[in-house]
T-cell receptor, first 111, second 114 residues
Framework: GNSVTQMEGPVTLSEEAFLTINCTYTATGYPSLFWYVQYPGEGLQLLLKATKADDKGSNKGFEATYRKETTSFHLEKGSVQVSDSAVYFCALKGSWGKLQFGAGTQVVVTP | EAGVAQSPRYKIIEKRQSVAFWCNPISGHATLYWYQQILGQGPKLLIQFQNNGVVDDSQLPKDRFSAERLKGVDSTLKIQPAKLEDSAVYLC????????????FGPGTRLTVL
């Protein structure tokens, strides 16, 4: 079956540091890939998505590229801010349309 | 545009008691989802409605969980009787048409079963 694996947290960074959160997936066919973010006390928000191989999703300075050859969708940001502190979820949507999430990675950015 | 509303935000009950959660999706959204998010895990889909019909309830523990969306708008998820392992955040989401559309999530209800 489909599955998503992402790096464990917490990831602790200083402001303006470079952030990478690794995400790999297992799926049949050609899934769409997503990153969701959950700020403290709030619901999940869609951060970015990519629907086919080599697509790059981007939003709010975050980027992720759909790599079919490595079955990966790593999230990156060049310079994080304190306000980026949140839990980040990688997810895939297979042919049946069901969203499947990874376990989440907590990111803590310190001033 | 108002987002997905859920209530209550927090609930503490004892095992074997019953509990109900309410969700009001974004206006006009046909599809509604209930997810369970156990601490340290990603959300897991419990049930998906298209208007007032069930599309997918394959992961809903039907011996104790039930959900309805009678008029195709708001929805209620019930647990009866609750077990300790039901402690989790219950998230509601909605999308405009179907599962190919972006899902918008509510803030969730945090359930603690003692």
């Amino acid at each position: 079956g489909n599955s998503v694996t992402q790096m464990e947290g917490p990831v602790t960074l200083s402001e303006e540091a470079f952030l990478t959160i690794n995400c790999t997936y297992t799926a049949t066919g050609y899934p769409s890939l997503f990153w969701y973010v959950q700020y403290p006390g709030e619901g999940l928000q869609l951060l970015l998505k990519a629907t086919k191989a080599d697509d790059k999703g981007s939003n709010k300075g975050f980027e992720a590229t759909y790599r079919k050859e490595t079955t990966s969708f790593h999230l990156e940001k060049g310079s994080v801010q304190v306000s980026d502190s949140a839990v980040y979820f990688c997810a895939l949507k297979g042919s049946w349309g069901k969203l499947q999430f990874g376990a989440g990675t907590q990111v803590v950015v310190t001033p | 545009e108002a987002g997905v509303a859920q209530s209550p935000r927090y609930k503490i009950i004892e095992k074997r008691q019953s509990v109900a959660f309410w969700c009001n999706p974004i206006s006009g959204h046909a599809t509604l989802y209930w997810y369970q998010q156990i601490l340290g895990q990603g959300p897991k889909l419990l049930i998906q409605f298209q208007n007032n019909g069930v599309v997918d309830d394959s992961q809903l523990p039907k011996d104790r969980f039930s959900a309805e969306r009678l008029k195709g708008v708001d929805s209620t998820l019930k647990i009866q009787p609750a077990k300790l392992e039901d402690s989790a955040v219950y998230l509601c989401a909605s999308s405009e048409r179907g599962s190919t559309d972006t899902q918008y999530f509510g803030p969730g209800t945090r359930l603690t079963v003692l």
